[in-house]
C-alpha cells in the first residue's frame, strides 16, 4: 500500500502541476497562490481535500462545523493533504419554503459539479440537518472521489419543566395541548425554544439523527461519529480524525463505490430499524443507492427491515434524546447489538479501513435502558411495512410508532384484527386542511381516514412533510389525539403519528389517491398489507377518464426544473436524468 501511495499522481496535479500546459497551470496556481497555499504546498504531491462546509448563518443545524473546521483543517495537514473548504447551497429543514426537500437534489447538483470541475482529490462531506446528509453522499456517489462523512451532530438534550424536550417532538404534543387549551401561545414557544438548547442538529431522531446514523451504518464515517453531541469535546477530535482519513483514503484509493456496496445498505436498513429511524430515510436511501448504481427496492425496505427489533429508547418513538444514546454507545454500539444477534453484515466494508466488524471493535450497549439487547428489545418487527391497493402502488408505514391506544381503536375491531374500515375526508394540500379541519359539516370523527394530496414531489413541489395531520380541536379536547392519516408527501421524522405516507406515484401525476372523493368508503387491512377505496370498477374507471392534470405554478426557475426531472418518492425522488451518470472523476473536465 505505501507503494502505490508513493507513486500516485493526483488528479489536482492535473491543475497545479501539469508540464504539457505551463500557462493553464499558472493560471490555476497564481489565483490559488493569493490566499493562503504556497507553491511547495500545491505542486508538493500532495492530495487536496475539499471540505464541502454545509454550515451557514441560514443553516443552524450545521453551523457547528464552521467551528470544527479548524480541527477538519489541521488533521488534513497533519496527514499531508492541502485543506480547501468551498460552501454548499443552504438546506435548512425548517425555514426553507416551500419545503427544504426541493433543495436537496440542487445541492446535489451543485456538488457534483464543484467535485467535478476543481481541482479536489478527495473531499470531507460535513452533514447535520435532514436534507445535508443524503444530499452530500448522492454527490459523492456519483462522482466517487474518495469522500468520508463528518456529522455535526445533535444539540445537547432540551428540558422543559424538568422534562426532556425533544425537537419537533414537543412541537406535535405542544400543538395538542395548545388546541386543547391547556397552555397559551407563551408557553408555546416557551416549550419549543426549551427543546433547541445549543447548536447541533436535532436531538430526536428524526430525520437528521436517522441520516446520519445511517451514513455511519453504510461505512461512509468514522465509527462512533453520528451521536457525537455537536458541543462536546469528542466532536472536535472526531473532526480532527476525520481530516487525517481523509487524505488517507486518497492516498489509499477508497471511493464510495468500494464502500456503498448492496451488503452496506442492507446494513443501514436493518438499523434504520433498531434505532426507529425516520420514514424519510426510505426516499434518501434509495437516492443514495442509485446515484451509486446499486440495486435497492422500496419493497426492501419491508424484507430486509420490518423484522428487526427496536433497540433506541429515544424519541418519537421511545424516550431518550441524543446525549443518553452517544453514552450508551451511540450507532456502533447498535451495530453491535445487531451484530451479535446475526442480524447485521459485518464483513461490509468502513471507511475507517478494513471491514465493519473491524471497525465496530466489540462495540456493545453501555445502557441497556437506552440500548437494548436484541434479545430484550423495545419492539419486535419494528421496520416499515409498505402498502399497495387502488390508491397507490406503493406506501409507507412506521410500525414502531402506532401507540398500544391507537391499535386497540383503529386496528382491533373483533373478528378482523388489523382491518380497518372508514369513510374518507380528502384535503387539497395543507392549505385546504387548515383551512377546513375544523368545519363540522365534515362529519369527522373515529371512523374517518384524513387524506391529503398535491403534496408529492411535483405536485408541492419538493414532497411536504405534512401528512401527520391533527384530529379537530373537538375530537383533540375528547381525548382522540390521532386519526389514521394519509398522503402523498412525507412526514417529519420527529412526528409520532403512525401515518401511511410517501404514496407513489402521487396524485398530481395521477395516482390512485388523485380519483379519491370525501365520503368514499376506504379499507385497510394490515394483514394483507392493502389499502383500498371501496368504489366499484365503474365508477372509479369513469373517474379515471375524466381526470387530467393539475395546473402547477412554478415560482423559480428551479421549481420548473424540478418538476420536469424528478422522480417519485418511491424511487428516491431523483433527477432522474443524474442517476445514469456513474464515477464522473474518470472523466476529468476539458482544461
Ligand atoms: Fe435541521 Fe432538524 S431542523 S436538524
Ligand atoms: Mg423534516
Redesign the pocket.
Known amino acids: 500500500m505505501t507503494d502505490t501511495r508513493a507513486h500516485r499522481r493526483f488528479r489536482s496535479q492535473e491543475w497545479f502541476d501539469n508540464p504539457n500546459n505551463p500557462g493553464m497551470t499558472a493560471l490555476y496556481l497564481e489565483r490559488y497562490l493569493n490566499q493562503e497555499y504556497t507553491r511547495e504546498e500545491l505542486q508538493g504531491e500532495k492530495p487536496v481535500i475539499g471540505i464541502a462546509q454545509t454550515g451557514s448563518d441560514l443553516a443552524p443545524?450545521n453551523k457547528i462545523h464552521v467551528f470544527l473546521m479548524d480541527r477538519i483543517k489541521a488533521g488534513i495537514r497533519d496527514a499531508g493533504g492541502v485543506p480547501m473548504e468551498f460552501p454548499v447551497h443552504p438546506i435548512?429543514?425548517?425555514g426553507k419554503r416551500p419545503t427544504a426537500a426541493l433543495d436537496r437534489n440542487l445541492a446535489y447538483l451543485s456538488l457534483v459539479e464543484v467535485l467535478h470541475g476543481y481541482p479536489i482529490d478527495g473531499v470531507v462531506l460535513t452533514t447535520?440537518?435532514?436534507k445535508t446528509t443524503p444530499a452530500m453522499l448522492m454527490g459523492a456517489a456519483t462522482v466517487d472521489l474518495p469522500a468520508i462523512v463528518l456529522s455535526g451532530g445533535p444539540m445537547l438534550d432540551g428540558w422543559w419543566n424538568g422534562k426532556l424536550a425533544g425537537?419537533g417532538t414537543i412541537i406535535w404534543e405542544s400543538r395538542r395541548l395548545l388546541a386543547d387549551g391547556k397552555i397559551d401561545y407563551d408557553e408555546f414557544m416557551e416549550r419549543v425554544c426549551a427543546s433547541a438548547p445549543s447548536l447541533g442538529?436535532?436531538n430526536t431522531m428524526?430525520t437528521?439523527s436517522t441520516m446520519n446514523a445511517l451514513a455511519e451504518a453504510l461505512g461512509m464515517s468514522l465509527p462512533g461519529c453520528a451521536a457525537i453531541p455537536a458541543p462536546f469535546r469528542e466532536r472536535m477530535a472526531m473532526a480532527y480524525r476525520t481530516g487525517r482519513r481523509a487524505v488517507e483514503i486518497v492516498l489509499d484509493d477508497l471511493k464510495p463505490s468500494d464502500i456503498l456496496t448492496r451488503a452496506a445498505f442492507e446494513n443501514a436498513i436493518r438499523v434504520n430499524s433498531a434505532i426507529g429511524g425516520s420514514t424519510n430515510a426510505p426516499p434518501h436511501l434509495q437516492a443514495i443507492a442509485r446515484h451509486a448504481g446499486v440495486a435497492l427496492d422500496i419493497m426492501d425496505w419491508q424484507t430486509i427491515g420490518q423484522d428487526v427489533p427496536l433497540l433506541v429508547n429515544m424519541q418519537p418513538a421511545g424516550a431518550y434524546l441524543g446525549e443518553a444514546f452517544y453514552r450508551a454507545g451511540g450507532v456502533p454500539a447498535v451495530m453491535g447489538e445487531l451484530a451479535a444477534a446475526g442480524l447485521l453484515d459485518a464483513e461490509a466494508p468502513s471507511v475507517a479501513g478494513g471491514d465493519m466488524e473491524g471497525a465496530l471493535a466489540g462495540a456493545r450497549s453501555r445502557d441497556a435502558d437506552v440500548i437494548r439487547p436484541a434479545s430484550d428489545p423495545l419492539r419486535e418487527k419494528a421496520g416499515f411495512v409498505v402498502l399497495s391497493g387502488n390508491l397507490f402502488d406503493s406506501a409507507l408505514m412506521k410500525t414502531s410508532v402506532i401507540s398500544a391506544d391507537f391499535r386497540a381503536r383503529f386496528l382491533s375491531t373483533p373478528g378482523s384484527e388489523n382491518v380497518f374500515e372508514a369513510t374518507a375526508v380528502v384535503f387539497e394540500g395543507p392549505e385546504d386542511y387548515h383551512a377546513r379541519i375544523n368545519d363540522p359539516a365534515l362529519d369527522i370523527d373515529a371512523h374517518t381516514i384524513l387524506f391529503i394530496r398535491g403534496v408529492g414531489c411535483v405536485g408541492y413541489p419538493g414532497s411536504a412533510e405534512v401528512v401527520n395531520m391533527q384530529p379537530p380541536d373537538a375530537l383533540i379536547r375528547g381525548g382522540l389525539m390521532h386519526l389514521p392519516t394519509v398522503g402523498d408527501g412525507r412526514q417529519s421524522g420527529t412526528s409520532e403519528s403512525p401515518s401511511i405516507l410517501n404514496a407513489s406515484p402521487e396524485a398530481a401525476v395521477g395516482g390512485g389517491l388523485a380519483l379519491l372523493r370525501t365520503g368514499d368508503r376506504v379499507r385497510l387491512d394490515l394483514n394483507e398489507r392493502r389499502l383500498d377505496a371501496v368504489v366499484d370498477a365503474d365508477d372509479w374507471n369513469a373517474r379515471r377518464a375524466a381526470w387530467s392534470p393539475p395546473a402547477l405554478h412554478n415560482q423559480t426557475p428551479w421549481q420548473e426544473i424540478y418538476r420536469g426531472t424528478v422522480g417519485q418518492l418511491a424511487e428516491g425522488g431523483c433527477l432522474e436524468l443524474a442517476t445514469a451518470y456513474h464515477k464522473i472523476a474518470r472523466d476529468l473536465p476539458r482544461d
Open positions: 443545524c435548512q429543514e425548517t447535520g440537518c435532514d425537537s442538529h436535532c428524526g437528521a
